[in-house]
């Protein structure tokens, strides 16, 4: 991510020689898919996490392996994308893919190959559960945000993401990972918190408030439901892919960051719809920006209304 004033032309391919394919599933990001899935629907979802890319363009169709004649395209600043590539039973013994369970049945593969960056787990409610899946430390910098953009082609797409070092992930059919449903709206000029707990106040009626000092905005909390952190823009502020192309000095001017506060076992059917649909809410009510917890836009009305 870069501040807000920045464009992004990382839509290129690059020349450099294709790594082993083998080693680039088992070293990066990994998207698993049916074979049934088309190229074209991968890269119109990429599309819309970074309008700037021009991943469909090199997208080719299904190859045994990459190529030089199949080149991997920068889709976003340190993130190459490869595919798709063709499972067969041996490149899935020799990149240590799973044979049984959800992801032995399918037969495409998609990497993000980026640098790896990896941040020490700290102590908090969801500790215990982020260390099992993430064993080796969580994503940041632009493994983060390339681990964000598989993991969210998976939810769409009824596929499974791997992380290196960690368990694979299918999002439609094991309970979400702490974070994946979170919620942002990105907006004009920030909503006092008197207002913002009245707008919200029929979905979590018990918010509390607490100010955040030097003006870095203020946070409301409804215990086991739902917290909202408020808090405004600066030229330091670093945005999503899907927005970058849109910003500039005037927009956008606040951010409200909703966090889904229930356990994580109980995340899809307890606080998950309330987190979205607040969410939604604000976003209409402001005039904001709807993104998931993995960058993608989201429509508003239909959550809002349900």
Known sequence: MVAL?????????????APRPDRLLRDNPA???????APETVAGLIA???????????????TAAPTANAPATEIAEGIRWHGPIRLTPILRADAGLPTAGPASSLGLAYVAEVRRERAKIGDSRHADHLRRRYP???????????????????????????????????????????????????????LPWLVLREILRPIAPDLACEMVPDGGGYILRHRELVGVRVRPTGPGTRLPHALRDRADDAWPRSIYEFCDLSAPAAGRTGAAPAVKIAAALIAEVTGGVLLDADGFPQATRTFAGS
């Not at 998207?31 to 899935?37: G, I």
Request: net charge positive.
């Open 48 to 62: 819309e996490w970074n309008p700037t890319s021009a991943a469909g363009a090199a997208t080719p169709a299904a």
């Open 31 to 37: 998207l698993l898919l049916s074979a049934l899935q």
């Open 5 to 17: 004033s920045a464009r992004w032309p990382f839509s290129r391919t690059t020349d450099r020689p």
């Open 136 to 190: 080796h430390g969580l994503p940041t910098g632009a493994e983060a945000e390339a681990w964000q953009l598989v993991r969210g082609l998976a939810k769409r797409l009824r596929g499974v993401a791997r992380l290196p070092g960690g368990p694979v992930h299918s999002p439609h059919q094991g309970p979400p990972l702490p974070g994946d449903t979170d919620h942002a709206v990105f907006s004009h000029e920030m």
